[in-house]
């Protein structure tokens, strides 16, 4: 199958289509993002999928704001997926060029350094 979505604005995260620096976290609730990550990976992103990417530091303080208010989600297999917008900002066709979604596992617990 093969779908192809129009591009996000010029400046925008090209993977949720929402303006927001690279080292902050997609918008989960982005028609966009959710589109092509159910189609991609056959669910829904979480907001643990949205700041997968982030640094260890800025992940957390998305975690706890979003857990006060009840809105923290993490996929069920515990196995958040960091995606990254390589294109800088460009407009592309999604598939994204250059763009290659990373797994990646949640640390939970202490620091490991
Ligand atoms: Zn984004």
Known sequence: MS???LPAAP???QVCATKHDPSQPHNAHSFPYGMW???E???DP???DAVAHCT???AMQW???LKRIGRWTEPKDGKPIATVDKSGGVPVMRK???MEPVTVSMRKGKKDE
Request: hydrophobic share 35%; with cysteine.
């Open 11 to 13: 400046g925008n995260c």
């Open 56 to 58: 260890e530091e800025v």
């Open 37 to 39: 990550f159910q189609l």
């Open 63 to 65: 975690k706890e704001q």
């Open 41 to 43: 990976y056959g669910r």
């Open 46 to 48: 979480t907001w643990a």
């Open 96 to 98: 994204l060029k250059n």
């Open 3 to 5: 779908v192809h979505m």
